[in-house]
């Protein structure tokens, strides 16, 4: 069954892989991201920290436990030391892991921690167009050395100073704004959503700040304050929500008429909008 209020036809938001197609496999693995491909999403999201040794590599925590059978924190390893690891076949038993991962991917070499590299070109060489949507985390401790080392890799693929920023392949995402204000500075033509666990006070316009471009609340904020997708649309800028996966979240946001659907279930909200 569609969703409510999927009657109008024209009506196409973004349907966003979060951490890859990660209900189907372990996340932020090339395999979730093959999946999601596979599943027909439009764009994928992933979590960006820095190795050591100044990698970007895709892990959402800031310690490997767990999505990995190592222990530590990622900015503690070079990359070879956190390419040892297996990132593909969780810990039965550890919170989050048991019941949630059904499909472990068997190729060794797709166990591997992804590196935000690998992870560029496998948008760029994809067989359609894809987008991509990748958040920085720990912006504060390190002063801005993950946007720079991000603006970098993004100019290494021609990727930073797309020609119109409604069509760019490439949109970052931060909860600090200012994160989001540094990636402004940095690549200004660089579409940007500010993530919101709540919609302050000061947001309930819905004028969303300088250099933020889209806005990107929790799905459990649009519950809380439905009006300010409305307000939001008001002012000509996007919301993407997240992270919409099951159906009275898909239900809520669909009549909301979000701009993107950041979900764990690709190919499920797909199928629900009958694509
Ligand atoms: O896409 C935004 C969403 O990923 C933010 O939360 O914790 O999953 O990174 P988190
Ligand atoms: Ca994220």
New binding site residues.
Partial sequence: PRPAGTGAAEYRPLVVA??GASEDVAEHTLGAYRRAIDDGADAL?C?VRLTRDGHLVCV?DRRVERTSNGRGVVSEFALDELSTLDFGSWHPGLPDSADRLVDPDPDPERQSVLTFAELLALVVDAPRPLRL?V?TKHPTRYAGLVERALVTELRRFGLHDPPDPDTAPVTV?SFSLLAVRRVAELAPRLPTVL?LNGIPVWLRTGTLPAGVRIA?P?VAAVTDQPHFVERVHDTGRKVYV??VNDPADLDLVTSLRVDGI?TDRPGYVLRRFGR
């Fill in positions: 979060h951490r999201e979590d959402h949507l958040e995402m993530l990107g929790g997240w992270t950041i």
